[in-house]
């Protein structure tokens, strides 16, 4: 497994995973307000996982400002959980296409800024996945302030010991 393909099983594995721990929490925890980030652990979930359904689909071409309202706004655990298992291969294989023709520094247009702009791909693919890993770790300290035992660290090697390394 390269290194693309690891940080990108380990953000979806990771994401994952701390959602899977809030499954039996109540409405009340998942948007009771916290003094870090984007306040509530369901609001921040929404935000990680349409950040990959956004950028990934502009990269690819499939998400505009047009058809942007068409996406999901579930936010429920379960919708969280299905939205991610979309998101997470969509950016998955649009991240191997540009690595298997080395398009790293080939550019896109942005539509959704104003007036749009062009990203570089390695640039955007970058952003999603530390924007995760920021957010990842707001969830973590959200969650650990409501009680919740045996949260996952959310680094690369507890994710290779805990998953094998492999995809899910």
Do not use: Y
């Amino acid at each position: 497994m390269d290194l693309l393909d690891r940080l990108l099983e380990h953000d979806r594995w990771t994401t994952r995973e701390l959602l899977i721990c809030c499954r039996e929490l109540a409405d009340e925890q998942l948007d009771r307000d916290f003094d870090i980030g984007l306040r509530t652990l369901r609001a921040t979930f929404h935000h990680i996982i349409r950040n990959m359904e956004i950028w990934s689909g502009l990269m690819a071409g499939r998400i505009s400002p047009a058809n942007r309202d068409e996406l999901s706004t579930d936010q429920s655990i379960e919708g969280l959980l299905g939205r991610l298992a979309c998101a997470g291969p969509g950016l998955a294989t649009l991240a191997r296409s540009v690595a298997t023709r080395n398009g790293w520094d080939e550019h896109w247009i942005d539509t959704f800024d104003d007036p749009p702009t062009e990203k570089s791909f390695g640039g955007a693919i970058a952003h999603i996945l530390t924007h995760s890993m920021h957010h990842r770790s707001q969830v973590i300290h959200m969650m650990r302030r409501l009680g919740i035992a045996d949260v996952p660290e959310g680094d690369v090697l507890s994710w290779e010991g805990r998953a094998g390394g492999g995809s899910w």
